[in-house]
């Protein structure tokens, strides 16, 4: 009799291994853990040698724009020279300065332009638009761009020396508003159970200068289901899920999120509610949350923090836009500079023994990359049977653990880095992104000999942004 129970027992958890399987779009035969067909197998979390994390946030650059870089190349980094356009024909990619004067649309239109069903050729399709008033500005194939060497020494020094990944996708297929949501919480829901994203920047008449949960009562923002298709009606841009600052707060671990705007759309904790807690102040919305007094202004306050031993356990730090690497800023290339003055801050004090720092972009800006997102195959009651990622963005893991001079091929989303959190901080995870990514594992050795910071060559020192006056330029308008 207990041989019988015992086999139906079996039968019943071989059953329910299939259907799990199954709904994860793979079977036991095809599906390899951390491809793109299945999700990532649990590793091990990291050692207790890490008591610090960094995520640096950059601004709208795709890896095949932003490093062309010839000592990765040879390493064996996965970057173009020249890419296809909507008409089969070979374009071959030309530098230009960092700072320019025309942007590229990067909607969620755009992506599914460029994207093209996983042809990558529709690049040449995606809008150039002049800022700042500048007429003729567009060069011919404008979106086929790299960014010359010159005015990125300092990100391929960082890329040369640590880890650099060539397979780093942003996690969402638009621009920065869920971009931000999806490195703050793992997912762009407007709540924890809706099986729907948010997919672009808020529909609002005065720029990009407030939004979230403080916006003007009329601001939209436009959802997608998890077949990419926009579904209606828009919703006010004040979101509500847990994030990964929830998870920390629950165990008691300190953070802080470094910005120069209280409510614009690079500002994620802005859009949460729990975390914003609008009230009226002096006739305006603002936050008054207690987690939001963990929202500290300006962005630079991290160089100070850092020098009066003052650094939270993880920190996310977002630029002002003359320090983002944004394009339609000609006259700002302050970027690699702005991420070597907290680097080398961090790497000459004694934060540097215990500390991972991660340096990616929120989304690929509408330029060329040649690399097609995959396609991450996932319950389909949440994520949508076959949820495809943003394109590539560049990645670099700088830490005396990682791995010097590695090219990471693996897969890695913005999911990654949150996973990579958890595993540090032995936090249960979020169940959005961070469930299906990998955490970073391949670019850490934590058994090696701690690497020795050695500071990179910048055009901008730390003291020229602590004692820059000049206003914050808002993202995304001309």
Known sequence: M??????????????????????????AASCTPGTSGCPAASTPPPPATIKHVVILFQENRSTDNLFHDPVLISRGADLANSGLNSK????????IPLGINYDLDHTHPAFEV?????????????????????????PPNPQYKYVQASDVAAYFQFAEQYAFGDRMFQTNQ?????????????????????????ADDPNTADGFNVAGCVAPAEETVDLIGPDGKYVAPPIYPCLEHKTLSDELDAKGVSWAYYTSSSSDIWNAPSAIHHICQPQQQ????????????????????????????NLPAVSWVIPTGQASDHPAYPSTIQGPSWVASIVDAIGQSPYWADTAIIVTWDDWGGWYD????PQVRVNCTLWGCGYIYGFRVPLIVISPYAKPGYISHVNHDFG?????????????????A???????????????????????????????????TSPPLVPDTD
Not at 7 to 26: D, E, H, P, V
Not at 88 to 95: A, D, K, L, R, Y
Not at 114 to 133: H, S
């Open 174 to 198: 638009g621009p920065s508003f869920p971009a931000h949501q999806f490195i703050f919480a793992g997912t762009s829901s407007p709540t924890a159970s809706s099986p729907l994203f948010v």
């Open 434 to 468: 961070d469930a299906l990514a990998d955490d970073l594992s391949d670019c850490f050795d934590f058994k090696q000999t701690p690497l020795t910071f050695n500071p990179v060559s910048s055009q901008f020192d730390a003291n020229y942004f602590l004692h820059d």
């Open 88 to 95: 089969g024909q070979t374009i071959q990619m030309e530098p």
């Open 282 to 309: 002096n006739g305006e919305l603002a936050c008054s949350g207690q987690s939001w007094n963990n929202v500290r202004l300006p962005a630079k306050t991290i160089l100070t923090d850092i020098t009066s031993n």
């Open 114 to 138: 460029e994207y093209d069903n996983g042809k990558m050729d529709g690049a040449d399709l995606v809008t150039p638009i002049c800022t700042g008033g500048v007429l003729n500005c567009i």
């Open 2 to 27: 207990r041989l019988g129970i015992s086999l139906f027992i079996l039968a019943a958890l071989l059953s329910a291994t299939f259907l799990l399987l199954n709904l994860n779009g793979c079977s």
């Open 416 to 432: 990654s880095i949150l996973k990579f959190v958890e595993g540090v901080f032995k936090l249960p995870s979020l169940g959005y």
């Open 370 to 373: 040649h690399v097609p997102p």
